[in-house]
């Protein structure tokens, strides 16, 4: 074989090789392509959880007062209301030290068209109780108290608190996930894909609400209108499709 032979010979392999290598590059790069819009590929869904409970706290605030020209009349007047509201929650059945005087105040100030001292004393006391159907009951009955001359002033109101969240947060968002992969998986179902991993994930805030149609008083259906109570929380969650 001539000198020129073997250096072509060299040559011609040297492309063939080059030209293997560009192919098997240029499968890879595709499929890395394919593979890369697979994973991108991806489904975004939201994951509804909801618990009935009853709230396991409740608390009463009444507020009244008394006005007059004098502070001894005045004052003794504040605290028989004071004692007919604590006789109120006792004939409930509760004990005394349900029942905390919550604040005081005092308001003077002349009446030039009376020419004398106008005295208010203000006074606010505070039921708390974990007997949370006692509470509600007593709360029907409270124009008792108005019957007791003590006339409930704007602050007055009962509270209905769920203090347990925390132990039903890790079983609801579990929920919440369920649901949203339920609905991811039909979302594939329809669309001819199947469901992966989780992407991302993000978890929106638990709200606490009355039940509906189950309102006590004023709430209007907020968290602490009534003891029987709906928590609520959104999950959203992204998913590959593959």
């Given at each position: 074989m001539t000198e020129v032979a073997a250096t072509r010979r060299v040559l011609l392999t040297a492309a063939a090789l080059l030209a293997i290598g560009f192919t098997s590059g240029g499968f890879l790069l595709g499929d890395g392509l394919r593979r890369?819009?697979?994973?991108?590929?991806?489904?975004?869904?939201?994951?509804?959880?909801?618990?009935?409970?009853?709230?396991?706290l409740a608390?009463?605030?009444i507020q009244f007062s008394e006005t007059g020209t004098e502070l001894g009349p005045v004052q003794s007047a504040i605290d028989q209301k004071s004692q007919a509201v604590r006789t109120f929650f006792?004939?409930?059945?509760?004990?005394?030290?349900?029942?905390?005087?919550?604040?005081?105040?005092?308001?003077?100030?002349?009446?030039s068209n009376?020419?004398?001292?106008?005295?208010?004393?203000h006074r606010k006391l505070q039921l708390?109780?974990?007997?949370?159907?006692?509470a509600r009951a007593a709360f029907a009955r409270q124009s008792d108290l108005i019957r007791a001359g003590v006339a409930l002033e704007e602050g007055s109101g009962i509270v209905y608190s769920f203090t347990k969240l925390n132990s039903i947060k890790p079983e609801m968002i579990a929920e919440g996930t369920k649901s949203a992969r339920a609905?991811?998986?039909?979302?594939?179902?329809d669309s001819g894909a199947a469901v992966g991993g989780i992407k991302s994930a993000s978890q929106g805030y638990f709200s606490i609400g009355a039940r509906d149609?189950?309102?006590?008083?004023?709430?209007?259906?907020?968290?602490?209108?009534?003891p029987?109570?709906?928590?609520?929380?959104?999950?959203?969650?992204?998913?590959?499709?593959?």
């Open positions: 890369a819009k697979m994973a991108d590929r991806s489904v975004t869904v939201r994951g509804l959880a909801e618990r009935n409970v009853v709230a396991d608390t009463w605030t006792q004939r409930a059945g509760f004990p005394a030290s349900a029942v905390s005087d919550t604040g005081a105040s005092v308001n003077q100030f002349f009446d009376r020419h004398e001292n106008v005295i208010t004393v708390r109780t974990a007997d949370v159907m006692r609905s991811a998986e039909q979302f594939a179902h149609g189950d309102v006590d008083g004023e709430g209007g259906g907020s968290a602490g209108s009534s029987l109570q709906k928590v609520r929380v959104v999950t959203t969650i992204d998913f590959y499709l593959r």
